[in-house]
């Protein structure tokens, strides 16, 4: 099967300016999720949808960072204005949904931000 | 609120050498650990989960609910499990706590 794609791959901007993700998970995956690292520290966990609804958005800094799942497939997430401090990697992620334990997380290759 | 500490940034051992990769974590409830791990280049993905009690690629580890500790074995290392290794907590609704991760050399 398909893995989670995520585009761009690299993105460079400079401060101040907006920037925008997207998010392709596993056919099938209701939950979806978005998680940033930063260099040298694991992923932190930004959002997690269920279909199009959302789960947890507790960690993700509302005053810049917004996130959609519109038709409970496709995600973005953006960033305006972006801050030297967002620079890191966006991770998107995907699992399948259940109420009886944890579900194996399958992970993209990540959108890698610098922000000058 | 859950945490996780890898205290290790680092761990170099030798090939055949044992390797022990730390992993506490603090959370009130009844937790689920796994180890995730990303190879050079490679997506993060799940080496094992503790539910499951298997060994996967000769790595074992056991949830230790005395010493909140979820530590990863391997008896016999090789140069093929050089990698980041994050330990992880699940808690309710599947969201996952990541340690800060723990990269693994493993030397001819």
């Known amino acids: 099967e398909a893995g989670v794609a995520q585009s761009p791959r690299y993105k460079i901007i400079e401060k101040r300016q907006s920037v925008a993700f997207w998010c392709n998970p596993i056919?099938?995956?209701?939950?979806l999720y978005w998680y940033q690292q930063i260099l040298g520290q694991g992923p932190k966990l930004l959002i997690q949808?269920?279909?199009?609804?959302?789960?947890?958005d507790s960690q993700l800094p509302k005053d810049r960072f917004s996130a959609e799942r519109l038709k409970g497939v496709d995600s973005t997430l953006k960033i305006q204005p972006a801050k030297l401090e967002d620079s890191a990697v966006y991770l998107c992620?995907?699992?399948?949904?259940?109420?009886?334990?944890?579900?194996?997380?399958?992970f993209g290759p990540g959108t890698r931000l610098t922000v000058t | 609120a859950q945490r996780v500490t890898q205290p290790e940034k680092l761990l170099s051992v030798f090939k055949g050498a044992p390797v022990e990769l730390k992993c506490n974590y603090s959370?009130?409830?009844?937790?689920?650990l796994f180890w995730y791990v990303q190879y050079s280049r490679q997506r993060l993905q799940l080496l094992l989960r503790?539910?499951s009690r298997e060994s996967i690629k000769g790595f074992t580890a056991d949830l230790n609910k005395g010493e909140t500790s979820f530590h990863l074995k391997k008896p016999f290392a090789q140069e093929e499990d050089s990698a980041m290794y994050y330990c992880?907590?699940?808690?309710?609704?599947?969201?996952?706590?990541f340690g800060g991760g723990t990269r693994l050399m493993v030397k001819p």
């Open positions: 992620a995907s699992s399948q949904f259940g109420t009886s334990g944890a579900y194996e997380q399958y």
């Open positions: 056919s099938g995956h209701a939950t």
């Open positions: 949808f269920q279909n199009n609804g959302v789960v947890d």
């Open positions: 959370y009130s409830g009844s937790p689920e």
């Open positions: 503790h539910i």
């Open positions: 992880a907590l699940s808690a309710a609704g599947n969201m996952l706590t």
